[in-house]
């Protein structure tokens, strides 16, 4: 053992004295108000945009023990910096913040973490600050609970039958094996199933892009898993309305995005609609917003909570109930029209009729199979009921008043940005909203001007639009494609493994089977479920109980994990898998990084324990499986990654995408790598010592981008992706395609229109024209929640301590079932029943409870009662025309838990193994 190690285990700290002093600490940085385990959370005061008085602890955080222990005392000597390295450390969960961190090794451990420092922070020039869940990434990689050596299932054998014992998954015990012995069960049993049932007895749950892809595709292929995920709705192919997909490349413009941020504060207004970065996408999407509130510009938010991010902002509260946000935006277009005719200067003409096709009957397409319009269907032409205010209030909850002053401030005389994430898009029956805030935004002609845009405000460009100024290259491996294109959508896919069948429609509008086709009924023995490391099918995808279910059915299910994930709890075999920490790449990190900046973080420790990459994996047992594993991978992660950081390029205003990176031969001697020497505008040395290219802005610089200007300006030079080039309000496709897909029966118009969905506000009601409630009278949306991100760093003790596991439920609902802070709840519906302790607020619309997303389920087998709270057990198999996965408009009941209280899940004990 290294005298550091010796020295901290020596050190007497207990872990609880080591984990209140570093809550405290992480609680702080995430603005919030907690002790310990406490169940409240409380809004501090809205910060200036300011980071000076920040700068000094922003940089290096040593999470120190509590107050308690005297540091003197603990035995531990100081660490000076000089007695190890700095290491740019991967922060890879797919938040959206895309943050630099960095770790110090001292003797082969992580001592401390920073975030960055390679320049003065500056508004125009800022730092990458990591967040809470970054800085607490070292439990994530470094963790006790990690997945230490390979694993078997006690009662679990080959051969498929009796032998699997499936009953016994999620409860069954583990036995210790060796990797010649997990190889050899995994490629015995990877080659049976082919061997008996073909291609389509293996579910490759992965979402088909994961690393098993390469392996399975080679070998003839498997059913693949695609989800409409964080997109929703916008997957139906936005770019046929004129939306290109959000993307980066060289030359792809984020048309989905908005302005460049140094355009936000040129709006009068920001209507923020869903977003809420403070807890989803943390890292610099706030400190734009803040900048441009500094300067004046007011905000909005529209939502069925007053979130973290409104409060930070001092916006605007404009109450919309989940699922309902096409009524609301359809009230909205009524109340602009009627506006306009009293007053003038509220609805953009010339835009729509210059831009725009289908608004009114002038502007319909020629071709158009139904001759409405858009306006005339808002007016009540065709159905007799005008979408007036009082009409969205009964569905939308919201006031009429406010839909009002909403119409006035969006219209054209205003300077308005409107900026969505996707909330509003993952809804069952929400496949009229892309075009109908698409619309909204057009009636007021807020596109292609400085100050006005509609579009996302999503992810790691939320805030920050245009195109990507760095770019990584590419790793020289070819995206490996299923041969047999069988695509069966996430709300299917337990159904599909229980029942022998499913309805491939395609992959959505990015598959690489060319987006959506005819329906095709698949049949299939679905005798294996392939689990790498890339994902958390059984816990994001809708229906965990029915994937229990199905995972206890198969023959064997095979996972790479490196903590007891729900995906490796319910399987056979656990490969031990490495963290990006560990490994020589991580291509995830950098292909995700922000606008203005790309990451490249390095390998920060030696492999833990036996954990092997997914690369090391899959090669391995391609050749177990009688592949030549040159064919599933051509060369190395080594090779991978050096491509990708050679290939990279930055904009350069008057030459385009030019090379990043200068390589000379003495750098690829040391990489170990074939490459061939090039000039570019940093050495690859100082990139990787740095672990973030980050060009520098200024206000009104060559950059500054403002969405869809070019097309505005002229509109025949510079057409959209839609058939006739312009924004389509009226478009026969969708309306088509929606029809042909063959999932429910609900009528789509070829414009924006009311639906009832097939779950949603109005199936709350047994009776909705006497406003009877049913047997689960409550919506329930999943917000992305402060300590995880998704389903990742659920299992991190620090953040356990600093953010609790809530449901949050409105002080009215709550006080009706006699429901205080703290109590334990019960929440249920005809899928699933789950445990959460209260969180009671004011900020909640009544009828409406929130779950936040991402909780591990912890099923107990008598009752059927998951004490882990996750949202999926609640989210059942079950979707609307698209296949899209509708996270935010289920319906529930809830009641105070009449069994023992959940204790906090920070007292919980990690899922540690130690298996013989």
Known sequence: MSKLLSQLTGSGISRRDFLKGSAAATAALAGLSL??????????????????????????TTIAPSAEVAPEKSGVEFIDESQGKWIPAACWHNCGGRCLNKALVVDGVVIRQKTDDTHPDTPEYPQQRGCLRGRAQRQQCLGADRIKYPLKRKHWQPGGGENAHGELRGIDEWERISWDEAFELAAGEIKRIYDTYGPTGVLNAGYGTGQNARLLNNLGGSISLWDTASHGTYMLNSPNLGLPHQGVGPGVVMCLSANDRFDLKNSETIVLYGCNPAWASLGNHCYYYLQAKEAGTKFVFVGPSYNFSASLLEAKWIRVRPGTDVAFLLAVAYEMLKLDETEGNVVDWEFLSRCCVGFTPETLPETAKVRECFRDYVLGEYDGIPKTAE??????????????????????EHKVSLLHSFAAARNMGAEDFPQMLMTTGAM?????????????????????????????????????????????????????????????????????????????????DIRMIYHDDSGATLQSCLGIMEGIKAHRKVDFVLTHAYTLTTNAKYSDLILPAQTQWEKTSSYFNIIYSG????????KVVEPMYEAKSDYEIIYTLAEKVGLDPKKVYPFDEKQQYFNLIAGSTVL?????????????????????VEGTPQEGRIPISELMEKGIYQVERKEDDDYFFIAYKDFVADPEANPLPSASGKFEIYNDWKADTLSMLGRGDTVFKPYPS???PVMGYETTFSDWEAQKKGEYPFLCYTPHYLRRSHTTLNNVPWLREAAVNPVFINAADAAEKNIKDGDTVLIYNRFGKILRNATVLETLMPGVIALPHGSWVDLDEETGIDHGGADNVLCGPITSNS???????????????????LIPDCEWPQRIIEAE
Not at 37 to 56: F, G, L, N, V
Not at 595 to 602: A, N
Not at 890 to 901: C, I, P, Q
């Open 883 to 901: 296949g899209v996965s509708g996270y935010n408009n289920y319906n529930v009941n809830f009641e105070k838990y009449s069994g023992d209280a």
């Open 391 to 412: 009409w969205a209030e009964k569905i939308s909850g919201t006031p009429p008043e406010d839909i009002r002053w909403f119409a006035e401030a969006i219209g054209k």
């Open 652 to 672: 350069d205003p008057q030459k385009g995408y030019v090379p990043l990176v200068t390589v000379t031969e003495e750098d690829i001697k040391e990489w170990g």
């Open 595 to 602: 606008r203005d900046f790309q990451i490249y973080p390095s």
């Open 444 to 524: 007021g002609g807020h596109y292609g001007k400085s100050g006005h845009s509609c579009g996302a405000a999503f992810h790691s460009m939320a805030g920050n639009g245009g195109p990507s100024l760095v770019m990584p290259g590419s790793t020289g491996i070819e995206f490996s494609v299923s041969p047999i294109f069988h695509y069966v959508a996430a709300p299917d896919v337990w159904k599909a493994v229980l029942e022998g069948s499913f309805m491939d429609t395609g992959m959505g509008s990015s598959g690489a089977a060319g987006g959506y086709h005819e329906p095709i009924r698949r049949e299939c």
């Open 35 to 60: 002790t310990g385990c406490d169940t409240s959370i409380q809004e501090t005061a809205a910060p200036s945009s300011s980071r000076e008085t920040a700068s000094s602890s922003a940089q290096e």
């Open 754 to 756: 009311y639906t009832v």
